[in-house]
């Protein structure tokens, strides 16, 4: 059968870092950083030339019990109606979404069922949070979990999944959607990609208008990083990284090696804004499981690292008019994290180790 998708109108922790405190400290941090950040190989950008979660953050479960292995259970487990309603072949097109596998939004529901309705069994709802903790790092699920309070009311409402392809046997994945979250589990079998496909994650901690500073977002210290490059860049750098207006944010497909990408490309950059810039990469991938993050390195690196990149701020949406950048992009021939901040936090991640890869997001 054809599943209905619910598409909903746009939606609509960490220490927080005060916009004067921010504007202040970077100054004082830019005057030291080329003494004190090493430097890495960017064109060969690898896992383990970023920086680490600590060891008990990054444990990860037995064999026996990891998110692929959940998704297994799961499938097992459904009734002939579930199999039919949300258990769907590999390729299954939808009418309006095209390959619905591969389809992104920021607000939406891939199948019909509420995952806290009485559709699914206690031990179902089980299984689906130990998948999703399994692929969040052990560090983040707190800081998850108060964005999905804070948007939906807490984990399981407004939130709908999908299992395509038969786990244990093939390809397979399992796609968990909602307001400001789509997130993937493939075990590795989907060729070229990183996160299993298109990501998104979002958060309207302070109402659907923040406030400049972003209190209580627990994604707004990426920005805060990004900023910290931006505050490194001398006068002609910040001219070429600066746009007026903004890409439209599901705008994330990419643009090949001979597309033009916005801002300033990261070659351009002296050696210690490029080592800054690799704690963004850092902190970007930090809150996903050690496998996820690695995969994500490596289809980077495939693609000649953040060397081969571009980074864009953006003057529109600037919230207090501080120039403190809300809205920043950074983009490589197939590569695309585009944080934007206004008038809430909403962030598209789209990653493979090919350009031709197609991306489908509404």
């Given at each position: 059968?054809?599943?209905?998708?619910?598409?909903?109108?746009?939606?609509?922790?960490?220490?927080?870092?005060?916009?004067?405190?921010?504007?202040?400290?970077t100054a004082i941090a830019t005057i030291g950083s080329a003494c004190a950040v090493p430097l890495f190989n960017l064109s060969s950008l690898a896992a383990d030339e970023l920086p680490k979660a600590s060891s008990a953050a990054v444990a990860s479960k037995p064999a026996s019990s990891t998110p692929e292995t959940l998704v297994k259970a799961l499938y097992d487990s459904?009734?002939?109606?579930?199999?039919?309603?949300?258990?769907?072949?590999?390729?299954?097109?939808?009418?309006?979404?095209?390959?619905?596998?591969?389809?992104?939004?920021?607000?939406?529901?891939?199948?019909?069922?509420?995952?806290?309705?009485d559709y699914y069994t206690k031990e179902q709802r089980k299984l689906v949070r130990e998948i999703f903790k399994g692929i969040i790092q052990p560090d983040w699920l707190s800081r998850i979990d108060k964005q999905l309070k804070d948007d939906a009311g807490g984990f399981g409402?407004?939130?709908?999944?999908?299992i395509f392809g038969k786990p244990g046997e093939?390809?397979?994945?399992?796609?968990?959607?909602?307001r400001h979250m789509t997130l993937r589990c493939d075990g590795n079998s989907t060729d070229h990609v990183a996160f299993g496909?298109?990501?998104?994650?979002?958060?309207?901690?302070?109402?659907?208008?923040?406030?400049?500073?972003?209190?209580?977002?627990?994604?707004?210290?990426?920005?805060?990083?990004?900023?910290?490059?931006?505050?490194?860049?001398?006068?002609?750098?910040?001219?070429?990284?600066?746009?007026?207006?903004?890409?439209?944010?599901?705008?994330v497909h990419f643009r090949g090696p001979e597309g033009k990408l916005p801002g300033i490309p990261v070659k351009q950059l002296s050696g210690d804004q490029k080592a800054e810039l690799q704690?963004?990469?850092?902190?970007?991938?930090?809150?996903?499981?050690?496998?996820d993050r690695d995969e994500a390195l490596e289809c980077l690196k495939a693609q000649g690292g953040l060397e081969k990149c571009s980074l864009a701020f953006f003057k529109e949406g600037d919230l207090g008019n501080d120039q403190v950048w809300d809205s920043w992009r950074l983009e490589?021939?197939?590569?695309?994290?585009?944080?934007?901040?206004s008038p809430h936090v909403h962030v598209w991640v789209n990653i493979a180790d090919d350009h031709r890869v197609k991306t489908n997001s509404g």
């Open positions: 059968m054809t599943n209905p998708i619910k598409m909903q109108p746009d939606c609509c922790g960490e220490q927080e870092v005060p916009r004067r405190t921010f504007l202040k400290s459904c009734t002939p109606k579930q199999r039919s309603e949300i258990c769907l072949d590999w390729d299954h097109q939808d009418k309006q979404r095209g390959l619905l596998r591969t389809f992104v939004a920021n607000n939406w529901q891939i199948t019909p069922y509420e995952l806290n309705d409402f407004d939130q709908s999944l999908a093939d390809k397979f994945e399992f796609v968990l959607t909602g496909g298109p990501i998104f994650y979002g958060h309207a901690a302070d109402g659907f208008n923040e406030k400049p500073d972003h209190p209580g977002n627990v994604f707004w210290p990426q920005a805060v990083a990004a900023n910290k490059v931006y505050q490194m860049l001398d006068a002609r750098q910040r001219e070429a990284s600066l746009m007026d207006r903004l890409i439209p944010e599901k705008n704690t963004v990469l850092a902190k970007l991938i930090e809150p996903y499981r050690q496998t490589g021939p197939s590569f695309v994290w585009a944080f934007r901040g």
